[in-house]
């Protein structure tokens, strides 16, 4: 998570939302970073989640990510749950729940959708405290 914190960190450079992730294999090792990029991108698509899972899925060699745990700061939305479904990650890891667009749990939970193929384990709530304050920082100077 600590890496985690470190790519959201980054990403307040740009002015993205400080969101980050990272993708570790089954031995630990960093596979994929990624942080919000879609202010610097101008991409829609440009969330911490998908940027780690394709830098991972490039450093792997194929796009399934068997094996591998997502850990981001903030409960992924909709389409970063799917896109972790769809990558065949084992698990995924976040800290701070997001109230207004979380799809692990908080307003869907399409990470354990019993209609879907794959279903990775959660695990909530790591260093929360940390990623919900850099947020709330970051907020508080743009609203």
Wanted: proline content about 3%.
């Amino acid at each position: 998570m600590r890496a985690a914190l470190d790519e959201a960190r980054a990403a307040l450079a740009t002015d993205d939302v400080p969101i980050g992730a990272v993708v570790v294999d089954e031995q630990r090792r960093l596979l994929g970073r990624g942080r919000n990029v879609r202010e610097a991108a101008t991409d829609p698509t440009g969330h911490a989640e998908v940027v780690a899972l394709r830098e991972a899925a490039r450093a792997r060699g194929e796009w399934r990510l068997t094996g591998c745990t997502l850990v981001v700061t903030l409960e992924p939305c909709t389409m970063c749950a799917g896109a972790a479904v769809l990558a065949r990650v084992d698990r995924v890891v976040f800290g701070a729940w997001d109230e207004k667009a979380g799809a692990v749990g908080s307003l869907w939970d399409v990470v354990r959708d019993r209609r879907l193929n794959h279903r990775p384990e959660v695990v909530t709530g790591v260093m929360a405290g940390e990623s919900a304050a850099l947020l709330g920082e970051f907020f508080a100077t743009h609203r």
